[in-house]
C-alpha cells in the first residue's frame, strides 16, 4: 500500500499566492495525499480560497484565531494522518514529483528524514526551474548530530559547510515527529530551525532525495532581523539559538559546538544592536564565554572598514540612523 503524506499549510493573508500554492499539492504525482489547510486568522480572502477546495478529495480545512504559524502546524498536526508529513508555506510551491521522490528515497523509513533541492525565485515570479548546485547538503548523512554541526558551522567554521534548508524541503515520518515533540509556539522567528534540530536529533539521519524540487519565494525589499524594530522577533531569534544549543549539548561533548554557537550568539548580538542594548549584551556575553575569536561586524565592507576604525558598536550605531532616517522619509 501507498503510505499516506499529510500536507500540511499554515495560512495567513496569502490570497495572492494561495491558489498556486494548493493546486502544486493536488498536482502531486504521489497517490496519497491529504491537504490539511489551516487559516490562522487571516483578513483577506485566503478562507475564501480555502472553501474552493471543500469538495476536493482529502482536503480539510480548519479556521482559527491568529496564534502564529507554529500553532497553526500544530493544529495540523493534530488532524494529520499521514505516515509522512509535508510542511509547506502558503506562499511556496512543490514540484509534481516532489512528495513521490522522497518516498521513494526513505523506502519505507521511519527512522530517517529526507531533503530535496531549493529553487528560489522573487516574489512575483514564476517558479524557476534551475536547480541549486552541488554541495555537502546534497548526499546522505546517517548522523544526526553532525549532519546539524555542518547545517549551522557556515564558512567561516567549516568553509564549504553551512546554508539554509526551507521548512517544505523535508519529508518527514510522523513517528519522528511524535518522538520529537510538536512545534514551538513561544517562537515566531526561526521556529523551523528549532523544530527540526529536534526532530533530525530523534532521526537516523537525513536521505537526499535527487529528483523533487521545493521553490521557495524571496521577498526583496523586506527589512533583515538588523532592521526591524521587533523585540519579539529578537526574542525569539535567541531563544532559538538557547534551544538549539542546548539541544546538541545534550547529544554531544564536540567542542565545535561551542565555536559554531559562539558565532551565531555574536552576530545575532551585533544585529541587535543598537535598538535592543540588553538582548545585544546577553548574545554578545554568551559568545565570549563559548570563546567567540570570529569577525566582529555583521554587514558590508563600509561597514566592516567603519567597525575596524570605530569599533563594532558604533558602526552599528551609524548603520541603524541611516537606515531609521532612510525609513522616516519613506
Not at 232 to 255: G, N, P, V
Request: glycine share 8%; net charge neutral; hydrophobic share 40%.
Amino acid at each position: 500500500m501507498n503510505p499516506l503524506v499529510s500536507v500540511v499549510i499554515p495560512v495567513y493573508n496569502a490570497e495572492k499566492y494561495l491558489d498556486a500554492c494548493i493546486l502544486s499539492v493536488v498536482d502531486q504525482t504521489w497517490p496519497a495525499v491529504e491537504i490539511i489547510l489551516v487559516d490562522d486568522g487571516s483578513t483577506d480572502g485566503s478562507f475564501g480560497i480555502i472553501e474552493k477546495y471543500r469538495d476536493t478529495p482529502n482536503v480539510q480545512a480548519i479556521r482559527q484565531k491568529n496564534r502564529g504559524a507554529a500553532a497553526a502546524r500544530n493544529a495540523g498536526l493534530e488532524q494529520a494522518k499521514g505516515v509522512y508529513i509535508q510542511f509547506l508555506d502558503a506562499d511556496d510551491l512543490l514540484s509534481p514529483d516532489k512528495i513521490e521522490a522522497q518516498v521513494a528515497c526513505l523506502d519505507g523509513s521511519l527512522t530517517q528524514l529526507s531533503i530535496c533541492r531549493t529553487v528560489h525565485f522573487n516574489k512575483d515570479e514564476t517558479n524557476a526551474a534551475e536547480n541549486d548546485g552541488e554541495g555537502w547538503l546534497h548526499r546522505d548523512n546517517d548522523d544526526s548530530v553532525d549532519f546539524l554541526i555542518r547545517l549551522y558551522a557556515g564558512e567561516e567554521v567549516l568553509p564549504g559547510h553551512g546554508g539554509m534548508i526551507t521548512i517544505h524541503s523535508w519529508l518527514t515520518p510522523r513517528a519522528l515527529i511524535d518522538k520529537a515533540g510538536p512545534w514551538n509556539e513561544k517562537l515566531s522567528l526561526d521556529d523551523d530551525g528549532e523544530f527540526f534540530c529536534r526532530v533530525v536529533l530523534a532521526s537516523q539521519g537525513v536521505k537526499f532525495s535527487k529528483n523533487g524540487i521545493n521553490y521557495y519565494r524571496k521577498f526583496t525589499g523586506y527589512p533583515s532581523l538588523s532592521a526591524q524594530k521587533n523585540r519579539k522577533s529578537t526574542e525569539s531569534a535567541i531563544l532559538a539559538i538557547d534551544l538549539k544549543f542546548d539541544h546538541l549539548k545534550k547529544r554531544t561533548t564536540e567542542s565545535l559546538v561551542d565555536r559554531v554557537f559562539g558565532k551565531h550568539y555574536w552576530w545575532t548580538g551585533v544585529l541587535a544592536y543598537p535598538q535592543f542594548k540588553d538582548l545585544s549584551a546577553y548574545c554578545i556575553k554568551k559568545a565570549k564565554q563559548l570563546g567567540y575569536t570570529g569577525k566582529k561586524y555583521v554587514g558590508g565592507r563600509a561597514g566592516h572598514a567603519l567597525a575596524g576604525l570605530l569599533g563594532w558598536k558604533m558602526a552599528r550605531m551609524i548603520a541603524w540612523f541611516r537606515q531609521a532616517f532612510k525609513g522616516s522619509w519613506a
